[in-house]
């Protein structure tokens, strides 16, 4: 599986994998601005997007704003190959940690992350929308330090 930078092209599919694996995808506009901005990778499946990264740089450090695999790929090694990719693009580009937020309740992500090296740094409580649309959902923030490439 090759990884690439994606471009403004890639919207529709960034979209459509985003509202597959997100209970609030970005916009359109969201798109648009990370693409310009960010660190956007992707990884082309045989008919659609199979995974995406998007990670924003500041100076020496990073945060992981989105990552997604389509469902029917998920468990079969495809966020480690984007993941990898994108952490050896942010450390040659300068970034010494990278940080997120994840749901609560999202034990998948929370797996994938702690396997991948982060550890729980902290809580941002009331951070979410809830999934179900009622209420607020707790945001656990993770961290880790980035060899250097």
């Not at 995808?25 to 990778?41: M, N």
């Not at 990884?43 to 500041?58: C, P, Y």
Request: with cysteine; hydrophobic share 45%; proline share 3%.
């Amino acid at each position: 599986m090759k990884v690439r930078d994606l471009n403004a092209s890639d919207i529709p599919q960034l979209m459509a994998l985003d509202a597959a694996t997100n209970s609030h995808p970005w916009d359109i506009s969201h798109w648009q601005h990370s693409l310009k901005a960010d660190v956007c990778l992707g990884i082309d499946g045989s008919t659609e997007l199979a995974a995406f990264a998007v990670a924003m740089k500041m100076v020496d450090e990073a945060e992981l704003l989105l990552i997604a695999v389509q469902p029917n790929l998920q468990g079969k090694g495809v966020g480690q190959i984007i993941f990898n990719t994108l952490t050896q693009k942010l450390t040659k580009n300068g970034a010494q940690s990278l940080f997120l937020e994840v749901r609560e309740s999202n034990s998948k992500a929370r797996r994938f992350y702690e396997s991948a090296g982060f550890a729980e740094t902290g809580i941002r409580p009331a951070y979410y929308p809830a999934a179900c649309g009622a209420g607020r959902e707790d945001a656990l923030i993770f961290a880790m330090m980035m060899s250097k490439a």
